[in-house]
């Protein structure tokens, strides 16, 4: 991630990754769990998968958390994940 972006850029880049990750993997298990060849995936979207961009983005912000959390760091530093 660039260095010096603002919370809200920081929010609305983490939320596009987060998206991009979700569509990944819809991608993944509607092709019976096998990638999507590269030069598939460059493609423009149709006007109904930009619908479903639209819909899973809009899943994403309704169901997401009401105040923020920390997530575990994991590593060779970090033994306590160990322990949990």
Same mark, same amino acid.
């Not at 983490?14 to 979700?22: D, E, G, Y």
């Not at 809009?58 to 958390?65: E, K, N, Q, R, W």
């Given at each position: 991630?660039?260095?010096?972006? /603002? $919370?809200?850029? =920081?929010?609305?880049? @983490? !939320?596009? =990754? *987060?998206?991009?990750?979700?569509?990944? *993997?819809?991608?993944?298990?509607? /092709?019976?769990? $096998? !990638?999507?060849?590269?030069?598939?995936?460059?493609?423009?979207?149709?006007?109904?998968?930009?619908?479903?961009?639209?819909?899973? *983005? +809009?899943?994403?912000?309704?169901?997401?958390?009401?105040?923020?959390?920390?997530?575990?760091? +994991?590593?060779?530093? !970090? @033994? !306590?994940?160990? *322990?949990?």
């Amino acid at each position: 991630m660039p260095l010096g972006l /603002s $919370s809200s850029k =920081r929010r609305r880049y @983490h !939320f596009k =990754r *987060a998206l991009h990750v979700i569509v990944m *993997a819809l991608n993944f298990w509607w /092709s019976n769990n $096998s !990638f999507i060849p590269l030069e598939l995936l460059g493609r423009i979207p149709s006007p109904s998968q930009l619908r479903m961009f639209r819909r899973v *983005a +809009s899943l994403m912000l309704a169901d997401g958390p009401v105040e923020p959390f920390e997530v575990l760091q +994991s590593g060779r530093r !970090f @033994h !306590f994940l160990t *322990a949990c």
